[in-house]
């Protein structure tokens, strides 16, 4: 019995080693899901991007902002002018926290009166808000106690008796409440759509050879864009209503407010629909079995929705080769445009970018999977 186990086991050593897709899988993929997890699961904030509004204008104000400069936890990306320039700055994202420092700041200091320092921070993120409120309050608290003890070594009297310098007067755009549903929510609307979007379409191609098809397509008049084109839109439009359906549970059961125009973010949602359906429908091309079709819809959409589309872990966390990565996932964009229309109430000339790029990752998959079907013809 024993000798012809080893024979079996010898055989099937033998297949592995042979088959070098079968080998990598096992050998690479442990260690690559494990390098991506462990670089991309990263819930620490770093490199904040922050702007100033200085109002002050003095040697004090500017003491606290380089201070803030030099704190690794921070990027200052820029100094504002109006305060009507925090809303612009926040729709568009580029920047989660704003510092204001008021008038009179240095006077409030030399007095020796607190000064009421107010510190903005984006909450339509609520995990990288709560962090970075901490961050500040810490930061803004460091500072503070470092103002007294100088002061009372100069003045000669004990630090416990001088008042804290800095009041800050912390305050949360677009979820005053913090609320984590209104953070993921969104979210899981861009991953749901991405995986049931890919998937519909990731056998369609595949499904006509298995079923030897195939050829009718190959002698039809029928090109291969027209072809692409064709299989994709009946998918979009089915895919549509579930567009509908969870912007409706979103709405109704989680709460989740919808500032933005309706219109638009079923225009937008069109759009990722044709760019996520475009990477399903070359799977379809490149793939030669329903199965591996399915399972390369669900890892090549799934994993990198959830871990690199800022859709649970920021992506200013992740290391800078990690962060050009993301850009190579659409989940990312549509993700953007979901939280901006919904919490932001942000409109199209906010949301383009994002959109111009989903409507590229559609083109490039179209024109690659008709490329690709052409050369198998």
Not at 243 to 260: D, E, Q
Request: charged share 15%; net charge positive.
């Amino acid at each position: 019995m024993w000798i012809r186990i080893r024979a079996i086991m010898r055989k099937e050593f033998v297949h592995i080693f042979r088959d070098v897709r079968t080998l990598a899988v096992v050998v690479v993929l442990p260690v690559l899901m494990l390098v991506l997890y462990g670089y991309a699961i990263n819930l620490d904030v770093r490199h904040l991007r922050t702007a100033i509004l200085d109002q002050d204008r003095t040697s004090a104000s500017r003491g606290l902002i380089r201070a803030l400069q030099n704190n690794e936890y921070f990027d200052v990306v820029g100094f504002l002018n109006t305060p009507q320039e925090i809303d612009r700055l926040f729709a568009r994202g580029e920047a989660k926290v704003v510092l204001v420092i008021p008038r009179g700041y240095a006077r409030d200091i030399a007095a020796g009166n607190p000064s009421q320092v107010q510190v903005l921070v984006d909450g339509s993120d609520s995990t990288t808000a709560t962090i970075a409120q901490s961050y500040v309050l810490g930061f803004i608290q460091s500072v503070s106690v470092d103002m007294v003890r100088a002061y009372a070594a100069r003045a000669g009297v004990p630090a416990e008796r001088l008042a804290v310098p800095i009041d800050v007067r912390p305050l949360v755009w677009y979820n005053p409440e913090m609320k984590s549903t209104y953070f993921i929510v969104p979210g899981l609307v861009a991953i749901i759509l991405m995986q049931i979007s890919a998937l519909l379409t990731s056998l369609t191609i595949v499904r006509e050879r298995e079923r030897g098809t195939i050829e009718q397509l190959v002698v039809s008049p029928v090109m291969p864009h027209e072809l692409m084109i064709g299989k994709i839109v009946p998918y979009v439009i089915i895919a549509f209503v579930d567009v509908v359906l969870v912007i409706i549970c979103g709405r109704l059961l989680f709460g989740v407010p919808l500032k933005g125009s309706v219109v638009w973010l079923l225009a937008f949602s069109a759009i990722f629909l044709f760019a996520s359906m475009g990477i399903g429908l070359l799977i379809s091309v490149l793939a030669r079995t329903q199965l591996v079709a399915f399972i390369a819809a669900v890892l090549g959409t799934m994993l990198p929705s959830i871990l690199l589309s800022g859709f649970m872990f920021p992506v200013t966390s992740m290391p800078k080769v990690l962060q050009a990565l993301t850009y190579l996932v659409p989940a990312r964009y549509f993700i953007f445009i979901l939280r901006g229309i919904f919490l932001k109430g942000a409109g199209p000339e906010v949301l383009w970018k994002a959109a111009l790029a989903l409507v590229l990752f559609g083109l490039v998959a179209v024109a690659a999977s008709a490329r690709r079907f052409e050369k198998r013809l």
